[in-house]
């Protein structure tokens, strides 16, 4: 497991203030959170010379680009709604891979609760929309990353990825979104072991919905299974982030030092 966090944090900064910034707490990954109006650049109006400066600024200072998290959404019950956020994916792959990130964020939630019907017939267009980027995924080296949002239970996502069958489709787990509903950290890891590939990570007081015992569970059942990805810090406009950063290191090394 490696420690980074996301430009959320620190929507004001510019990519090289972002660096320095990870290099001063020693995180060594930086998401960046496109659509937000944030200063770091990495946009899909960024030009290819943009992008690949970015990619050679981070790797020349030992940094990962970890994810870019976007807004691209997969939840309307209407092929039709689902057509241009596809389009819009698939550029998000390209930026991903000419930054190498390796990972994108993306939403199929929320999901209709009390109508299974609906539900299913959501979920089933969702896989349908990411069984379509498949290979466009693979062909540009990027996993394309549902993430356990709003009321998207472990067992939802994992239909969405049985269903899709694609390849390059995987989860991003955060887990204060599932405990808020029920679903226990053990739970929801039952469903999505080995299907993880990126983690967003909050502490109280940033987050209630999350105890100690929850973040200290997630850390040893991904170290338990070797997990090498990112726990990355998402705080989003926090009014302190320099104090957001040192107290989610701290915790994180505690938690590791825990888990073994």
Known sequence: MKPGFMSSVYPKQTLGQLIETAKQYGYQGIEFRVEWDHRHGIELDASAAQLDAARRALADNG????CIATSVRFNSPDRAEHLPQRETLRRYIALASAVGAPYLRTFSDSLPEEDAGA???????????????????????????????????????????????????????????????????????????????????????YDENVSDADNQRMFELLSANAFAGFISVEIINPEDPDAVLDLHMRRYQAYMGAAG
Do not use: C, K
């Open 63 to 66: 940094l990962a680009a970890s």
């Open 119 to 205: 539900r299913e017939q959501v979920m089933r267009l969702a896989a349908e929309s990411y069984a379509s980027v498949d290979d466009w995924a693979g062909e540009h080296g990027v996993e394309v990353l549902v993430e356990t949002h709003t009321n998207m239970r472990a067992h939802w996502a994992m239909q969405i990825l049985d269903q899709a069958n694609a390849e390059h489709l995987q989860v991003l787990w955060h887990i204060s979104h599932h405990l808020r509903r029920g679903q226990s950290v053990e739970e929801a890891y039952r469903y999505l072991q080995g299907h993880v590939r990126h983690v967003h990570f909050a502490v109280r007081p």
